[in-house]
């Protein structure tokens, strides 16, 4: 098994990705919470989960997992799973933002908000993982698991807290390099934990291979880029400006 068969431009694209793909969702949740009407929040709210969940983690898994082989056989992956993971990471993401872009602001609300896209992060990256096809299982170590369910609980929380307290724009930057660490950090804890039996007995994997789906995925991912971009660009305020105020 490995990790890095694609070399290392896999995992530093990853996180550069995940890192541009925080940055552009925490700022629609500054956005969000700088806005006085209900319905702009929430837009601003679906648009940071698209680019958090959808960008930030589930993209960032896709680019890594171009990492991922099995030495003595094929692998293969399950597209509806894949793209189940996809969606996990999306409205998980979206219901911890609504936490603290919808209402009022407090410890708690940071706390819970930080957990639901925390475990948000983890469900994805396991739904994802089981989407792998090959003739073999995979089994986990239950330890490392936790590990990496706790790093993105905590950076997620982290990074919640430096863009709705400190509202300085390196401050946002930060918030989003401290993502990106979550997201490859719970990735990398999450794959030292796997452990692959090969069974060259099992039928060989049927499903789809995982450079079949760059071109599809990163097009989709390019577009969603791009559009959030544009909106924030062409918005009233300046993409990393400073919240008008905080919601009621």
């Known amino acids: 098994m490995q990790h890095f068969s694609s070399g290392l431009w896999t995992p530093l694209l990853a996180y550069a990705i995940s890192v541009i793909g925080s940055l552009i969702g925490l700022s629609c949740m500054a956005k969000a919470r700088a806005e006085d009407g209900r319905r702009a929040k929430v837009t601003w709210t679906v648009f940071g989960a698209f680019a958090i969940g959808g960008v930030a983690i589930w993209l960032m898994h896709f ?3 171009l990492g991922f082989d099995v030495s003595s056989g094929v692998v293969k992956y399950s597209a509806p799973l894949t793209a189940l993971s996809a969606l996990i990471a999306v409205v998980m993401v979206g219901i911890g933002l609504s936490m603290v ?10 706390v819970s908000a930080g957990v639901v896209s925390g475990l948000g ?6 739904m994802g993982m089981s989407a792998i096809r090959f003739q073999g299982e995979i089994s986990y170590d239950p330890l490392l698991v936790a590990v990496s369910c706790l ?3 905590v950076a997620a929380t982290a990074a919640f807290w430096f863009t709705l307290v400190v509202k300085t724009t ?3 930057i930060g918030a989003g390099l401290i993502m990106g660490v979550a997201v490859t950090g ?3 804890t999450g794959m030292a934990a796997v452990r692959v039996e090969v069974n060259p007995s ?3 994997p049927v499903g789809t291979d995982v450079f079949d789906l760059v071109f599809p995925v990163f097009v989709l991912g390019g577009l969603v880029v791009a559009v959030l971009l544009w909106t924030l660009f062409t918005s009233e305020n300046d993409m990393l400006a400073e919240p008008k105020g905080t919601a009621g």
Do not use: D, E, Q, S
């Open 63 to 65: 680019i890594a997992m």
């Open 101 to 110: 872009t919808l209402a009022r602001f407090t410890k708690v609300r940071l």
């Open 121 to 126: 992060v983890a469900g994805m990256h396991y």
């Open 151 to 153: 790093i993105a609980v």
């Open 170 to 172: 390196p401050a946002r």
């Open 186 to 188: 719970m990735h990398f």
């Open 202 to 204: 099992i039928v060989p």
